[in-house]
Structures are given as C-alpha cells and as structure tokens.
C-alpha cells in the first residue's frame, strides 16, 4: 500500500466532486480482460478486494488504474515474417515489396496476438479532494499521464495541472549543494547526479556515498565547471527519505519503519492493516508535500486563484506598486 513514487498534480482545492458522482463516471472506464485480438486492456479496479472503485478513508480516497498488456516480443514477430517472406521468394519468383512485408508483419502479429502472453500491472493514485492532491504512484510522468489520459475519458471535467514551483528543482537542488545545507527539515543523504547541460551530457554520480567535505568540494567544483544536480537524495523529518528530480518527481519513497511498525499496532487483520497503512501514509505526505513546496519557493499558483493569493499576501499593495511611483 506504501506509495514509492510520486507523480504530482495539483487539483482545485477544494475539489468539487462527490464521491458517488465520481463512483458513478469511474464505472464507465471500469477494468476487462484484454481480448484475445488486443494489445493491451486498461481499466479501474477495486483498490481494496471489496468492489468498491474508491477507497476513501478520513476524506482522502484511493483509485487503482490496472493494465494488461499482451507480450508479444517484436523479435518472434520479425522472425516469422522473415521465414514467410523467404517461402513467398521462392513461391512468386520475387523479394516481396515495402507493402507486401508491411501487410504480412500485420497479418503475423494479429496470428500470434492470441497466444501472447499477459501481463497485469497497477498504479494507484491518492486523492485529497480538500486540499487538492492527485498523487500517483509511478516511477515516471508517461505513466502517471496515462492514468491521467483513462480518467479524463471517464469524467466529465477534470481540472487537473502539474504541480509548479517559483524554484526549479535543479536550482534549488545546486543551492543546497552548493551551500552543503537542505533547507529546514530535510538533510541531503548520500546519492547525488549532477550532469553537463553539453551535447555530451556527461555525468557524475555518487552512489551511497557520504556527501562529506571531500565530496563536497568536488560538487561545488562539478557546479562551478556547469554541471547541475539532476537527483539528489533527502530525508524529511527523520520520517520519510527520498530522491527528489530536476522534473519535480520523487523517487524510491521509503517511509521510516517506525511508521510503519506505529501502523501495524492496532491491526488485528488484512482489512485494517490497510486502514492504518493509507491514514498514517496520507497524514504524512499531507504535511510531507507543502513542506517540499516551501522548500521549493512556493506554488506557482495562475489565473484568479494568484490574484487571491496576492491580494491575501502580506504587503500585497505595496507590491503591486509600479517601480516608477514608489
């Protein structure tokens, strides 16, 4: 149940969907068995073995997106049509053409198709409609986009974005090597790239490496010669580690074991097991998530919903003052 990966996108807060609503336009994207003929099958399925499509627990819900992808290696394919093609050689007295090799790699691959192997895989996808998360996990952003790509087949409206920040992470990532401090609350662990913005794209990484001041002068060195941090891994509140990304993604998630021992206390059997480990996981990604923003800069936030945080800010007026009349 422990997320791994984060893909981030931000949601309006709050987010104005009920629950049953979303039930209800959810089943028209739910899961089926690949057919026989086709490549791949993509669907919702229960997170949690009760029917339900959403999880939803303390007001925060869970989706599971499931995936079932025929393998049918393009080696077997271009094999069979290689055989083929010999024996049409031989059979018309001429090398088939552009169009006759394309027609039978078509005709091979629907052939072989229903006796591919399957292959089934799920992403889960956290939800905080009140504040506005959709969290999935993934390892990359193309796969985080196709669970993003089936539910916008399914709803009506989904006004979802990537989540923003005034900093990016590789500047605020080559700040805090360069200074060999984490902002508040985090701590730079010991795995670090750094890679030429060049052609070449030469890189330079430390791997369970202690980041001490030998290191640290060869990172400022790498940073002053141009090179830029594209990961780097942290821990936040001796609670949750991770590697943050230069394209705001992180990776290799690991919760503490003393979170996970706090949640394991009170469960008697697999249902509650599941309770507890999406709270306590929830609760702190819920205060996990802004304090990376922060860290970050803050939200980069558009349209109306800028205008309100900059007439809220403190001193808002004076900073919508021209240069020329201050």
Not at 16 to 38: M, P, T, V
Not at 65 to 71: F, G, I, K, S, V
Not at 163 to 170: A, E, V, W
Not at 218 to 232: D, F, N, S, V, Y
């Amino acid at each position: 149940m422990w997320f791994k990966n984060l893909q981030i996108y931000r949601l309006p807060a709050p987010w104005a969907i009920d629950l049953a609503k979303l039930d209800e336009q959810l089943a028209r994207g739910g899961f089926a068995k690949c057919a026989s003929h086709e490549p791949m099958s993509r669907g919702w399925v229960a997170p949690r073995k009760d029917g339900a499509l959403i999880y939803a627990n303390n007001r925060q819900w869970l989706l599971s997106l499931a995936t079932e992808q025929r393998l049918l290696p393009s080696s077997v394919v271009n094999d069979e049509v290689r055989e083929r093609a010999e024996v049409l050689t031989e059979t018309q007295g001429y090398a088939p053409g552009r169009k006759q090799l394309r027609e039978l790699k078509e005709r091979v691959t629907e052939e072989l198709m229903p006796r591919a192997f399957t292959r089934k895989r799920s992403t889960f996808v956290w939800i905080d409609p009140q504040n506005g998360w959709f969290i999935v996990d993934a390892g990359t952003q193309g796969k985080a986009e196709e669970v993003v790509e089936h539910l916008r087949f399914c709803l009506d409206e989904l006004p979802l974005k990537l989540l923003h920040t005034q900093l990016s992470p590789q500047s605020a990532m080559a700040d805090w090597l360069a200074g060999g401090e984490a902002p508040a609350g985090f701590t730079i662990d010991r795995d670090c790239e750094l890679k030429a913005v060049g052609e070449e794209k030469s890189a330079v990484r430390y791997v369970r490496h202690p980041l001490n001041d030998e290191v640290s002068a060869e990172i400022k060195a790498h940073l002053a010669a141009g090179k830029l941090p594209t990961k780097l891994a942290l821990t936040w509140d001796e609670r949750i580690s991770f590697v943050l990304t230069e394209k705001l993604e992180i990776k290799r998630l690991a919760f503490l074991d003393l979170l996970k021992e706090e949640a394991e206390k009170n469960a008697e059997h697999a249902d509650e097991q599941f309770d507890a480990d999406f709270a306590l996981m929830t609760g702190e990604l819920s205060r996990f998530l802004p304090a990376l923003i922060e860290a970050l800069g803050g939200e980069i936030v558009e349209g109306a919903d800028a205008a309100q945080a900059v007439a809220a800010s403190p001193g808002a007026t004076a900073n919508l003052t021209p240069p020329w009349e201050a």
